[in-house]
């Protein structure tokens, strides 16, 4: 089992906080899940919407907003990090709502370092995505 395997079992069993790699529980990894799958279908309908009603190409622009709420949303479901709250210096493994302020500088360094690669890769995803939607015929 590589040390990835190993820290996410123990952070999914313990709700342990790892610096950098997992700052979010169960409750609030299952409100990340259920925003990425609302923002993809948000975006499917928008799409579909543009394209039956012929609008002009350049309305096209207004599905990369919701794009890259889907690129984050799916990437915090994914590694069990939350973006907003890595910038914060916070993290929750109880109930929605309740966090802990990280107090060590390196620590919150690392989670910062991690939420922003994170947003970048999330306005990359949604900026060729868009560009792409602006393309099809």
């Not at 990369?64 to 709420?69: A, G």
């Amino acid at each position: 089992m590589s040390t990835n395997e190993l820290m996410n079992n123990l952070q999914e069993d313990e709700g342990i906080y790892i610096p950098g790699v997992c700052n979010i529980g169960k409750q609030e990894i299952k409100r990340r899940r259920n925003g990425a799958i609302f923002g993809t279908i948000l975006t499917a309908v928008i799409m579909a919407i543009l394209l039956l009603a012929h609008a002009d190409k350049l309305w096209r622009f207004l599905v990369f907003l919701p794009l890259v709420s889907v690129g984050i949303g799916f990437q915090q479901w994914y590694y069990k990090f939350c973006a907003g709250f890595g910038m914060k210096g916070v993290f929750n493994f109880k109930q929605l709502g309740e966090s802990i302020t990280v107090d060590q500088a390196e620590m919150l360094k690392a989670d910062r370092s991690k939420a922003i690669k994170m947003i970048v890769i999330s306005i990359l995803f949604g900026l060729v995505l868009t560009i792409a939607f602006y393309l099809i015929s």
